[in-house]
């Protein structure tokens, strides 16, 4: 390794790459935020070393799904709200009373809050799926990508890099009455959506190329007919982004695309000849063995949201199934009921014990001590970065960008924790809060468990929900 | 209040009493530890006051269930062992290798380190459920309980409260082999068992009054016969001691007693009248309506310890029924795969949620934005207070101990909480990482997040790891 051939090494005890802790290795970037590569300690320039003492280095976690805005809500859902029981459509009223009175400053706002604390726990790259487009009374701004803008600005003053999944929302649903709360997400026409998303992907390629981009999430077949959909998914083709949509996340929606399709959400995907690589169905949830292997066939993935599924009582993801058939599970923190991805990932395995009662079930071909570790570590890095368009992303490769986070060795939850058994200490037991440093693009954002601008973010935000609530 | 009734006056910005947050109180402590009472700011003078700024207190968690030393196979045992499926009798296994090994110096620094984790989350007391009694080999220390005091002299040491329960376990199993790797536990006579447990009683009364105290353990129905169990029983009704026993954590425990004594766990205890409001049934998930009206009408209670059970794959503690015939769920963090007992709380409702796919289970009764937090919140302190004998404990009730804890109000998992949901926010968002400050018996052991010794119990810790492990 020559020395003019990176610009900064940075020497923590442990490097984790290539499905492994690595000890006395700095990893080398370069002065374009891309990792150069690996290289002893000993081979590198003292005046270039950043030793980081009792750290471990691993690349940056991916937030496969977020509603930036559901933020507001944390904490604000957690009763009863009528006689009857509560489940997933009365939480969906009172999120949209938070959906329905944002400005564009209050979504800034909102959203540069959870992008803070996704930052704070090693998340260095978020995919937004964004549906609020309009103004409160439904006309749209000027801007019809305002708000998807105002997102952008926030994930990337913030210092994360964003995906914006522009989502299309055509109706309530299938013979459903129009909800006036759901006014500012509805763009009617196909055309015009596409439009919106065409100037959008543009704007954001020319601002902030390899910080920023576009891809499309027609909101779930509830929402977006078929012909629209047909729209959506030829766009993305022709233009190769990453398409999401909610599939199968409660049983009512499967219902109502049975009556008006004659098919599950996921088979009227597969015939329609929609499925891809490029496609991840959020959710996943009531999914059977043969939806799954049309996912599978296609090299969809599927984006699981634990911590949200379980605040919604959505049910459980079929990991299992799911893992076996070679589906690969990305991670999105979603309604940011909690904002830590490791507890996503180790509720993919647990909610399987639950289920069999029975241990150590996603990952049973190895006796290596963080095998199954790794498999989950995977969901949240690799397969996020391949479901929102980072190709070869989720890892501390060459030529990757200098996109990671690192965790303090010492700290109460994995301080013991040998090379071999880390990532199982770190996937099992760490905190979001033990994360110390995460840089994105060879940047610091998060130094020593802060972010500089976290004071203010707080502030503004605390000063936000005064005004929504009170 | 005159102001030689206190000794000390915290201020915070919210206060957590009768059931919710008040603002522009302080907490007054005498200087026995205890609670004098709260007041007005106003009505405090300044030299007492010790400001909390952007702080709210609340009462102390209270951990039900922990097996200390198991501290040390953290992240080692999520690993498949062998060509089977692995369960809870495989994990047990992994465990006992390291019950094998452990000399007092290690488990007192095994200890340590999980009760510094303990205090960090906000825990103010711990029952340790302790069953480690003899030398490697079988043969007892000269002192019997060696090493009960040696687990509480790491919790006091720490600062925590702790109520050892000294672990009766008489077998391997009913018509079972003996297992050379149990050891270290068996106490054949309860007559010796007794008498240790007595002289353990009188001593730990004398040097640590009010800070440690002592129950009794009868391991499980597997481990300890009939007859036995009865004089346990006899005892601590005696000297009016908390009993505890591990039921229904695992299916093939109930079917062992079915065989033995043809009625399941908590069948044989009511039969034999041993139930009583000094009994708490630890796990407690593989039973039914009728012996959940036992429970109930004894009064008894049941310790959950969700992140374990999720861990171990032992299955889902049916909450909605326990709470819907009124017996009381305390909560433990058990094996400390994790230790947050408020992720332990959220588990109770979440689990639910994912069963019933619905939402707000456990208290549907109000629709106060903080009411079904507040039942869970309550597992964690007063029915663990009174699970582990401190009498109207779990409150900031003038005349309890001054165990509390404090959480940063600006920590981004619970700003912009209003008082009225900010205990929801609390219960189902917090991570322990925002517990700032903890007070036990008036005695500040964690200040702004860290513990005064924390360098060097981790540093031990590590050290025992490396000595045990490698």
């Known amino acids: 390794m020559k020395q003019d051939e990176f610009?900064?090494?940075?020497l923590p005890e442990l490097v984790y790459t290539g499905g492994r802790f690595?000890?006395?290795?700095?990893?080398?970037?370069?002065?374009?935020?891309?990792?150069?590569?690996?290289?002893?300690?000993?081979?590198?320039?003292?005046?270039?070393?950043?030793?980081?003492?009792?750290?471990?280095?691993?690349?940056?976690?991916?937030?496969g799904h977020s509603h930036a805005f559901q933020r507001v809500i944390r904490g604000r859902t957690e009763y009863r709200t009528g006689k009857g029981?509560?489940?997933?459509?009365?939480?969906?009223?009172?999120?949209?009373?938070?959906?329905?009175?944002?400005?564009?400053?209050d979504l800034y706002d909102a959203s540069r809050m959870i992008f803070l604390e996704m930052a704070l726990g090693g998340i260095t790259s978020c995919a937004e799926f964004h549906y609020i487009h309009h103004a409160p009374d439904g006309v749209p701004y000027d801007d019809p990508n305002l708000l998807s803008k105002t997102v952008i600005r926030a994930a990337l003053d913030v210092g994360l890099k964003i995906c914006l999944l522009r989502v299309s929302y055509a109706r309530s649903g299938f013979a459903t009455e129009p909800n006036p709360r759901q006014l500012r997400f509805i763009e009617e026409d196909p055309q015009s959506f596409l439009s919106h998303a065409d100037s959008l992907r543009a704007e954001v390629a020319k601002a902030h190329a390899g910080r920023a981009w576009v891809g499309l999430a027609p909101h779930?077949?509830?929402?977006?007919?078929?012909?629209?959909?047909?729209?959506?998914f030829r766009y993305a083709e022709e233009h190769q982004?990453?398409?999401?949509?909610?599939?199968?996340?409660?049983?009512?929606?499967?219902?109502?695309?049975?009556?008006?399709?004659?098919?599950?959400?996921?088979?009227?995907?597969?015939?329609?000849?929609?499925?891809?690589?490029?496609?991840?169905?959020?959710?996943?949830?009531?999914?059977?063995?043969?939806?799954?292997?049309a996912l599978a066939r296609a090299r969809s993935l599927v984006c699981a949201c634990p911590t949200t599924e379980r605040n919604l009582g959505d049910g459980i993801v079929p990991a299992e199934l799911l893992f076996q058939e070679g589906v690969r599970v990305s991670l999105g923190t979603d309604s940011h009921t909690q904002a830590d991805l490791l507890e996503d990932a180790r509720e993919l395995e647990y909610n399987m014990r639950l289920q069999k009662l029975e241990r150590v079930v996603l990952n049973r071909t190895s006796d290596e001590p963080?095998?199954?570790?790794?498999?989950?570590?995977?969901?949240?890095?690799?397969?996020?970065?391949?479901?929102?368009?980072?190709?070869?992303?989720?890892?501390?490769?060459a030529g990757q960008a200098a996109d990671f986070f690192t965790v303090d060795l010492h700290h109460p939850s994995i301080a013991g924790a040998a090379p071999e058994d880390l990532l199982a200490h770190i996937v099992f037991s760490l905190p979001a809060s033990a994360v110390r440093e995460t840089v994105v693009g060879g940047?610091?954002?998060?130094?020593?468990?802060?972010?500089?601008?976290?004071?203010?973010?707080i502030e503004k935000f605390i000063a936000l929900q005064k005004r929504l609530w009170s």
């Open 7 to 10: 610009e900064l090494a940075w």
């Open 22 to 63: 690595e000890s006395g290795v700095a990893l080398l970037c370069d002065w374009s935020g891309r990792i150069a590569g690996l290289a002893r300690a000993s081979e590198v320039g003292d005046g270039k070393l950043v030793r980081l003492k009792h750290r471990a280095i691993l690349p940056g976690l991916v937030n």
């Open 85 to 105: 029981s509560d489940d997933f459509w009365t939480w969906r009223e009172m999120m949209y009373r938070a959906a329905t009175r944002l400005s564009p400053a």
């Open 220 to 232: 779930s077949v509830r929402a977006v007919p078929l012909d629209y959909l047909r729209e959506c």
């Open 241 to 293: 982004l990453p398409v999401h949509m909610h599939v199968a996340e409660q049983p009512a929606e499967i219902e109502a695309c049975m009556k008006e399709h004659k098919r599950t959400p996921v088979a009227l995907l597969e015939t329609e000849g929609l499925l891809s690589e490029r496609f991840t169905g959020v959710h996943g949830i009531h999914i059977n063995v043969e939806e799954t292997r």
């Open 370 to 397: 963080s095998a199954l570790a790794a498999s989950l570590f995977d969901s949240a890095t690799r397969h996020g970065a391949e479901s929102i368009g980072i190709r070869g992303g989720g890892t501390l490769e």
């Open 443 to 457: 940047r610091m954002i998060i130094e020593d468990g802060h972010h500089r601008s976290e004071r203010e973010i």
